[in-house]
C-alpha cells in the first residue's frame, strides 16, 4: 500500500527538498532523480554559497559566486517536482492546476535573468532574492491564466 500525503504536505515537503514527496509515497525512482538532478544543480551553481551570502547581506558577493548557467535549470526543475508533489497528493485535482507553477517557473528564471542588474531602493537584489519575488507575479499570472481558460473551455 502506498503511503499518501496532502496538497499541503507535497508543496512543503518539496520546498524543503524536490523529490521528498515523492520518496514519501514509494515513488523511489522518480523521487531520487529529483534529488540526485536538485543536488548537481545546486552544487554546480553554488546555489548554497550564493544564499548563504544572500542571507548574511552580502548581495553582491551572491551573485559573484552563482553560476547562472547552472542555476537558469533549477527553477523549472524545481517547479516540476513541486507540482509534480502536488499532483499526487490526496484529493480532488482542479483543472489547470499546473498553471502557477509553470508560470513561477517562467518568472522565477526571468528574474534569475534581470537580477545581476536590478537594484530597489538603491540595494543590489541579487539572484537569489529577486527570483523568489518573481514566484509572486508568476503565481497570479498562473491563477489568471488558469481562471481565463476555465471560463472559456
Known amino acids: 500500500?502506498?503511503?499518501?500525503?496532502?496538497k499541503?504536505?507535497?508543496?512543503?515537503?518539496?520546498?524543503?527538498l524536490p523529490g521528498f514527496p515523492q520518496l514519501l509515497v514509494g515513488l523511489w525512482f522518480k523521487?531520487?532523480?529529483?534529488?540526485?538532478?536538485?543536488?548537481?544543480i545546486n552544487v554546480q551553481s553554488h546555489f548554497n554559497l550564493g544564499i548563504m551570502y544572500s542571507f548574511l547581506g552580502d548581495t553582491h558577493k551572491a551573485a559573484s559566486?552563482?553560476?547562472?548557467?547552472?542555476?537558469?535549470?533549477?527553477?523549472?526543475?524545481?517547479?516540476?517536482?513541486?507540482?509534480?508533489?502536488?499532483?499526487?497528493?490526496?484529493?480532488?485535482?482542479?483543472?489547470?492546476?499546473f498553471l502557477p507553477f509553470v508560470m513561477s517557473a517562467y518568472m522565477v528564471t526571468v528574474g534569475l535573468m534581470y537580477s545581476?542588474?536590478?537594484?530597489l531602493f538603491g540595494k543590489f537584489i541579487?539572484?537569489?532574492?529577486?527570483?523568489?519575488?518573481?514566484?509572486?507575479?508568476?503565481?497570479?499570472?498562473?491563477?489568471?491564466?488558469?481562471s481565463i481558460l476555465i471560463r472559456f473551455k
Open 116 to 119: 545581476p542588474k536590478v537594484y
Open 8 to 16: 499541503l504536505e507535497g508543496i512543503l515537503w518539496s520546498i524543503a
Open 126 to 146: 541579487g539572484p537569489i532574492f529577486l527570483p523568489i519575488l518573481f514566484v509572486i507575479p508568476g503565481v497570479i499570472l498562473g491563477f489568471m491564466f488558469r
Open 65 to 97: 559566486v552563482i553560476d547562472y548557467q547552472w542555476l537558469m535549470f533549477y527553477p523549472c526543475l524545481y517547479m516540476f517536482a513541486m507540482w509534480d508533489a502536488y499532483k499526487l497528493a490526496d484529493g480532488e485535482e482542479a483543472r489547470y492546476s
Open 31 to 40: 523521487g531520487a532523480l529529483f534529488v540526485i538532478l536538485e543536488i548537481i
Open 1 to 6: 500500500m502506498k503511503a499518501s500525503i496532502t
